[in-house]
């Protein structure tokens, strides 16, 4: 019994921090689908956005809710902000060009957060209403704050979902990702596209670092975690929103587990053992749609 | 004006273009052989380490710049490079044995993670090498018995036949030997059919293919070549610094080697040593012009990231081919100057089609 609850409370906490990679992997996805590229300030967007929101809450004593919804409104100007200034004259060149780009902003976002006055290179946290309460089940525990990123992930993957499937704008974004040329012809604006799609990633960013904040602190290397949504991206198959999420659940739960079970040092490389097995199988990912070469 | 009057082939794959290319390299070699009179010792030091980097940018140009494949994890291979000839080094082994030795070690580890992954395209690829460079770096930190783990490793000065090269001149000299020497060799494979096959995979994997040249080989070779240069950087990266653990190599300086590349300009060995120049003396730059900025903006620890992010995306913006594209461009207008256009380098715009379908 002692087995199963340390095993159901490992795989609970895996299955919370796999959300927050899946929706880092999700801003990737959905940049990566419709311009066909990776943002490697994905990671740097979130710690924005946890930073924003930590001042609104410490600093100018709004209610949580209220933070997050103006964190979400200030990340989606950044982002609109980011494509209109550096990407939107990188249009049709080479994909390195735009990747070199991202991580320059990347760069630039973390030492200017780091220059900001009352932000700095410190660490900090702050009380949400999700604070120190928790639900207990037995002897395992979940604490709200992780209940709260499980819930809310799985919400924005609905709206993402249903966006891209159903919407005109979401059917402009996928038919802009296939062949931007054609889409043109057909009167979509790719510009105005590529202006929405790195306002939503932004905003997503935003919501992850808010939701991230209670749980890891706020501080200047919180983008790394970009970094480690790069595997559950690709898991998924980096063109799958849904498969951003299953990707990043596994990638959380193997973690979590390697972390419990396995020697120390499994669980900072458990992630990429998997991304590599994931490419060296099926490079596609699990949700993928297969590769093919045309002459 | 000038005119090549081309009239065989071999022409095509000269050393040199024209005779007097060689006399200006020539002359570069022995201006830079009398740098360390004017210099001082940390102006050298920083010479040296443009060296370094220049040797790992000329093996990632090989890679990213000729073979068109995208390494977001080359640190790695710096870091083998670096523990190889600190491990043999320490063991009494010669540094002229050692050196080589580490560029083959990265190589081979190259050849052992590049066959896998290298059938990957683009990003992907890219993905995969950071993915093993994380790898990788783990292991240095576990493998205890002979890394040393976290706690790192010292590092003694290189001696080759009982010359030791132990002040900032001799290290200065003995790189840039080595630069010369790896630029040659690159040179060298760029203009051998090897290097010709590398080319034709950049500009079209599936031309390539259809020319004969086997793709998996080629690639796994472009990846071995680049792995054994960039090793050579690592040892004497290492003997330079006199310490190394891990966390020297990390994701950063892979990000780094590949800024050095791209900001250098792809495609070219010019751009190697370009990107490295910049990159050494960006921040020297930045150090001399902190006197003229307000106050606040001085000590911030933060600024020189900032303006090195900020300079990576402008050289994007508004020239993708880099320092060396900068240098044709000039270059360009003196040959032909009373006829120069000024669009002759303009870009075309293009839209893009998904490489997926």
Known sequence: MEFFNELTQTILNGVAIG???????????LIYKSTEVINFAQGELLMLGAFISYSLITQLHLSYWTALVITILAMGIVGAILERVVLRSLVGEPTYAIVIVTIGISYFI????????????????????????????????????????????????????VF?????????????SQNQLAAVYMGISVTRVFSLTWTIAAALGGIGGILLAPITFVHM????????????????GFTSPPGAIVGGLIIGITESLAG?????GWKDIAAWIILIAVLIIRPQGLFGIQEKKKV | MRFLMKTDYYQDIRLFKYRSTFFWYLALVVGCLFLPKILDEYMLSQLTFICIYAVAGVGLMLLTGFTGQISMGHAAFLAIGSYTS????????????????????????????????????????AIATMGAAFIIEEILVRWESITNGNMGMMVDTPVIFGFNFDTEIRFFYLSLAVLIIVLLLAKNILRSPTGRAFIAIRDS???AEAMGINLPSFKTQSFAVSAFFTGIAGSLYAHKIFFINPESYTIMQSIELLAIVIIGGLGSLHGAVYGSIFFIFLPQ????????????????????????????ILVMLFEPMGIYGRWLKTKFYFEWFPLYKKDSFKREKKYQKAERH
């Open chain 2, 205 to 207: 994997e599936i031309a």
């Open chain 1, 110 to 161: 973390r030492s200017v957060v780091s220059m900001v006055p009352g932000w700095g290179t410190d660490t900090y946290g702050f009380r949400t209403p999700f604070t120190d309460k928790f639900l207990r089940w037995g002897d395992v525990v979940i604490s709200y704050e992780y209940l709260s990123i499980v819930v809310l992930a799985f919400v924005l993957i609905a709206v993402v979902f």
């Open chain 1, 260 to 264: 419990v079970y396995l020697e120390e």
């Open chain 2, 86 to 125: 600190a491990v043999l080094t320490a063991k009494g082994v010669p540094f002229l044995l050692a050196l080589p030795a580490s560029g083959v070690t990265a190589a081979l580890v190259g050849i052992v993670i590049g066959r896998p992954i290298l059938h990957l395209t683009g990003l992907y690829l």
């Open chain 2, 285 to 312: 730059l930045i150090i001399i012009s902190k006197d003229y900025l307000p106050s606040f903006v001085q000590d911030q620890t933060g600024l020189q990231p900032a303006l090195f992010g900020l300079l990576i």
């Open chain 1, 221 to 236: 290397n919180m983008g790394f975690i970009g970094l480690k949504a790069v595997p559950a991206a690709v898991l998924g």
């Open chain 1, 19 to 29: 959300c927050i990679y899946g929706m880092v992997a999700l801003g990737f996805v």
């Open chain 1, 164 to 176: 891209f499937g159903y919407s005109r704008m979401g059917t402009a974004m996928r038919a802009t």
